[in-house]
């Protein structure tokens, strides 16, 4: 009776060796299947190749004069750009900081004085201000004036009056030549 026991498939080395080959064997079909299987839904959670190029916008600098503004599109938002006169870098620059709304000084909002950079809605309630185009109201402070809610900005794109809680926001932007600007 002991020797039945023994040479038995169950108790053998070689019974095992085979089941554990066709445990390791039914488990990596199933999981290379479910990963198959799974890849399309995981896929469609990347962005979209349209909204990829959106990511970041280049802009030539080059026909921009000096007391002119500009405004590009990056990721669906207008964005301004001036073309600052070394009078509204000056009169930036002297504000003092500690007595404004939200605290930041014009250094910190650019990389290089003479543009200024900043996305061109509203910290209020996201309304688009005025002051880009000649001739249009700047505000109290030669900057941009929202007038649905009557939010004057700077010309370093600073709070300085009105119910807009903070600054108008400056995107990540850096220069990739003198003349050239990489949004995002």
């Known amino acids: ?60 600098l080059s026909a921009v004069e000096e007391g002119q503004a500009i405004t ?21 620059r002297a504000v003092d900081v500690a007595g404004l709304p939200h605290p930041e000084s014009d250094e910190d909002r650019v990389q290089k004085p003479e543009w200024l950079v900043m996305v061109g809605i509203c910290t209020h309630l996201g309304c688009i201000p005025v002051g880009q185009k000649a001739g249009q109201l700047k505000g109290e402070y030669n900057g941009w004036f929202c007038p649905c809610h009557g939010s004057h900005y700077d010309t370093s794109g600073r709070i300085r009056k009105g119910p807009a809680p903070l600054n108008l926001p400056v995107p990540p932007y850096e220069f990739v030549d003198d003349t050239t600007i990489r949004i995002g």
Not at 8 to 29: A, K, M, N, Q, Y
Not at 82 to 92: G, L, N, V, Y
């Open 1 to 60: 009776m002991a020797d039945t026991a023994s040479t038995s498939p169950e108790h053998s080395g070689e019974g095992v060796t085979r089941r554990d080959f066709l445990l390791i064997s039914t488990c990596t079909v199933g999981a290379v299947g479910t990963a198959i299987a799974v890849w399309p839904f995981i896929d469609t959670m990347n962005p979209a190749k349209d909204t990829l190029a959106l990511a970041s916008t280049g802009v030539d």
């Open 72 to 92: 590009v599109t990056w990721r669906g938002k207008p964005v301004f750009i001036r073309h600052r006169t070394q009078e509204e870098i000056d009169t930036a």
